[in-house]
């Protein structure tokens, strides 16, 4: 028997994350049968995931046929003409473990691609008795018997279909380890709508990032997000949105020296930010570029989103 993997894809009728593989069984007929097949997906050398067997494709039965010697032996050797294929469906759940260990994998690839290694235990049941004219009646020989076998396939997701096709589904870069999500649906006062609007749009370029790995481009939307925030810094196009938030946050009983905190705050992390992407410092002095990584991402996006919700909120509720 042998196993071919048609496809690798997200099982989108579970509740928690979960991958559904494909497979193709090929064997001869009348000689064997598969019976059950279950498994476990590796990648790097660590298992991530048990594989259950979910459902057979299509209905259908098997039979076994006591062929004569010659006859059994000419099928066997007879290639492609004499085996046949069934279609299993095989469902593998994921732990917001598995998952960062995933994305952590593939951080490390070159291609950014998911190279998945699929070990399959496949129970066949085979003939075993060979009909020769001398057994009789009282026979001992085995009849049948059940075949354990282990095989290995291996399947890659290219890094495209992995971000458009996965990604989403298995919630990384939105849900992963954060149950946070991006605030775009907070009716706001009109005049805030094209500010707010661009914020939401930040966000997005940067969990699209987030999906792809692009830390470094990442920062570049985070720093684009902040300097559109940053309305405390006297700017004559920003006092409108700074009068309006600071109404409402007096209104929840914010004290002056809180709201200037609130808006010093994002002007140091707009600062901060920025300094992922000059390569001098103010006085004009060359700096070596802080490394982003995934934490120093998701970290700035968390925030990001944090901030967005807490004033889109209080925008909303005035409105």
């Known amino acids: 028997m042998h196993i071919n993997i048609t496809n690798i894809d997200v099982d989108d009728q579970t509740i928690d994350p979960a991958l559904r593989v494909s497979i193709v069984v090929e064997y001869f007929e009348g000689i064997e049968v598969p019976i059950s097949i279950a498994g476990r997906i590796i990648l790097n050398g660590r298992t991530i995931s048990s594989l259950q067997e979910i459902q057979i494709v299509n209905d259908s039965s098997d039979e076994l046929i006591v062929f004569d010697q010659r006859t059994q032996d000419e099928r066997m050797n007879g290639g492609n003409k004499f085996q046949t294929k069934k279609y299993f469906r095989l469902t593998s759940s994921l732990s917001p473990k598995a998952i960062e260990h995933i994305e952590e994998s593939r951080?490390?690839?070159?291609?950014?691609?998911?190279?998945?290694?699929i070990e399959f235990i496949l129970k066949s049941l085979n003939l075993s008795f060979k009909p020769d004219g001398t057994g009789g009646p009282q026979n001992t020989n085995p009849f049948l018997k059940i075949k354990v076998t282990k095989s290995y396939a291996h399947f890659t997701v290219k890094q495209s279909d992995w971000i458009n096709r996965y990604t989403t589904h298995l919630g990384i870069g939105k849900f992963l380890l954060f149950e946070l999500s991006i605030p775009n649906n907070n009716r706001v006062p009109k005049f805030w709508e094209k500010l707010y609007g661009n914020l939401v749009q930040n966000l997005v370029d940067i969990e699209h990032c987030l999906k792809s790995g692009d830390w470094q481009h990442a920062m570049v939307y985070v720093r684009k997000f902040f300097e559109n925030i940053k309305i405390g810094d006297d700017k004559p196009g920003h006092k409108k949105f700074k009068q309006e938030l600071d109404k409402i946050l007096k209104d929840d009983q914010h004290g002056d020296e809180g709201i200037k905190n609130f808006y010093t705050a994002l002007w140091q992390f707009f600062e901060?930010?920025?300094?992922?992407?000059?390569?001098?410092?103010?006085?004009?002095?060359?700096?070596?570029?802080?490394?982003?990584?995934?934490?120093?991402?998701?970290?700035?996006?968390?925030?990001?989103?944090?901030?967005?919700?807490?004033?889109?909120?209080?925008?909303?509720?005035?409105?």
């Open 272 to 319: 901060f930010a920025s300094k992922y992407i000059h390569d001098k410092d103010k006085q004009g002095n060359i700096n070596n570029l802080p490394i982003p990584h995934k934490e120093d991402a998701y970290f700035a996006y968390s925030l990001a989103i944090g901030i967005l919700n807490f004033i889109g909120r209080k925008l909303a509720r005035k409105t």
């Open 107 to 117: 951080e490390r690839s070159c291609e950014k691609s998911v190279d998945f290694q």
